[in-house]
């Protein structure tokens, strides 16, 4: 028998007044990502060759460069949101867990500014 009070038993294992603000974000990142990836599906459809060349011509056009800029930073947020759910939920040890969440922070941000990098110098006049 314990000497703590109902509510003494569940403090801190409620609610973190966070989960509603993860959905939103997570469902508005889905959202952004729809028109985003059909247009990518229909402009690499429509690109003439996706060889070294085809694909460096298609980078070095405004409409696709600023289509890949809009995309890169929503899908590894939209990925980060979710890989970030998988290891709150099943990862348990608290040092194992923190670390991690701070890894894939690190390994998300540095992909998106390595694809940001990439499409910025190509479309600026990297030369094939």
Known sequence: ????????????????KEGAAHWWSTRLAAVALVPLL???VLALLMAP???YAGL????????N???LVLLLPV????SLLGVREVVEDYVHAKGTKVLVLVLLDFAHVGAAVAGLYAVLRVSFGGSP
């Open 1 to 16: 028998m314990s000497l703590k009070s109902p509510l003494g038993r569940v403090l801190g294992l409620g609610s973190a």
């Open 38 to 40: 059909v247009w990518l």
């Open 49 to 51: 060759s996706l060889d």
């Open 56 to 63: 460096h011509a298609f980078v070095r056009a405004p409409l």
């Open 65 to 67: 460069a600023l289509g």
């Open 75 to 78: 899908a590894a947020y939209h």
